[in-house]
């Protein structure tokens, strides 16, 4: 599989200089947060999308 849906013609030299890019811009503690605060994202969506005609009630 030469290239990923989402990324185009970018090779393993680009992904490597990005995965730098975000270490340090967010740090070593901060990135396990953000992936976290990613899945949850995600893991919310797919529930919001298997039942869309249920709705949430309001907490009190």
Do not use: C, T
Request: proline residues 5%; hydrophobic residues 45%.
């Amino acid at each position: 599989m030469n290239h990923l849906l989402f990324l185009g013609n970018l090779g393993w030299g680009e992904l490597i200089i990005i995965a730098l890019v975000v270490l340090l811009l967010f740090g070593g503690k901060k990135i396990p947060e953000l992936m976290k605060g990613l899945g949850k994202g995600v893991r919310s969506f797919k529930e919001g999308m298997q039942s869309p005609d249920k709705e949430e009630e309001p907490e009190k």
